[in-house]
């Protein structure tokens, strides 16, 4: 499948690694299919790129690589939603969010995104768990200028 995007160009990707989320993601409901990118191979951040809307593309993390105590309970009819009928089909990101100015990068744990690693579907998951929130420091300014392309996104 040729993916067109506003960041990356014209990017081909295999049919079977599209992300199908009915649900979309808070605030781009519109957006419902999207792709895993690298900008490198081996970095802990990528891109979730929508396949919907080229212009629509979060850098993301495995919260586990930087929060390693990080845990969450997905509500039963969620899980159902997914089809999750186990947690080691379950993977999980988070959106990131870079502040150059202030030399830092942060994560949003309280809205995961989780997906069947199987079947390819997924959703974000809003948390009501107190120990999350929306910008847990993850990272100094080193970590966004080692990156080029998160760099030219803060």
């Not at 409901?29 to 080229?54: H, I, M």
């Not at 379950?90 to 990131?96: E, F, K, N, R, Y």
């Not at 069947?116 to 948390?127: G, K, S």
Request: proline share 6%; hydrophobic share 40%.
């Amino acid at each position: 499948m040729i993916v067109e995007t506003t960041r990356f160009g014209t990017v081909e990707v295999n049919d079977q690694s599209v992300l199908d989320m009915p649900d979309g993601m808070i605030g781009i409901e519109r957006c419902k299919r999207f792709v895993l990118l690298e900008e490198r191979p081996g970095t802990a951040f990528k891109w979730l790129q929508s396949v919907d809307d080229p212009r629509i593309a979060f850098v993301v993390i495995n919260p586990v690589d930087f929060f390693p105590d990080y845990d969450i309970d997905i509500p039963d009819d969620q899980a159902a939603s997914l089809g999750l009928k186990n947690s080691s089909d379950a993977a999980m990101l988070t959106t990131v969010t870079i502040y150059p100015d202030a030399g830092k990068v942060t994560a949003n744990l309280v809205g995961p995104i989780v997906m069947n690693t199987r079947t390819l579907r997924a959703a974000q998951v809003v948390l009501s768990d107190d120990r999350y929130c929306t910008g847990h420091v993850i990272g100094a300014k080193e970590s966004v200028e080692s990156s080029p392309e998160l760099a030219k996104a803060a």
